[in-house]
């Protein structure tokens, strides 16, 4: 079973972690503050948005555990979740702000990891 479920999951999962992805991509966001501060939630809703665009495939499940500030070189991870419960780390790095726009480059890992039993 849990080489099948291995394999469900990778093949979910390969549609997000190829092509463009590998090389990344890259994503802008207007902030609502004068700091620049994009929320948990809007970084993970744009990131499946983006995700999807690039791969033809529908929005993907994505949360990010915290906010992204608007400093260049800011990073964090986000992760991607499948029906079947398997996960892809995506990291999400701040290139430039302009304002309050804050741009930000997007890659997937390379690997999923298989769902919890």
Known sequence: MATSRLSA??????AVASGVLLAGCS???HAEKSTPKLS???LATTVAEKL??????PKPNVTCPEDLAGQVGNTTRCKL???DGSTLGVT???SSVDGDRINFDIKA???ASPAAN
């Open 9 to 14: 999951a990778t093949s979910i999962l390969s």
């Open 27 to 29: 994503s802008s966001v």
């Open 40 to 42: 948990a939630d809007k």
């Open 52 to 57: 999807a665009a690039s791969t033809g495939q």
């Open 81 to 83: 979740t499948a029906n």
């Open 92 to 94: 999400v790095k701040v």
């Open 109 to 111: 890992d390379d690997t």
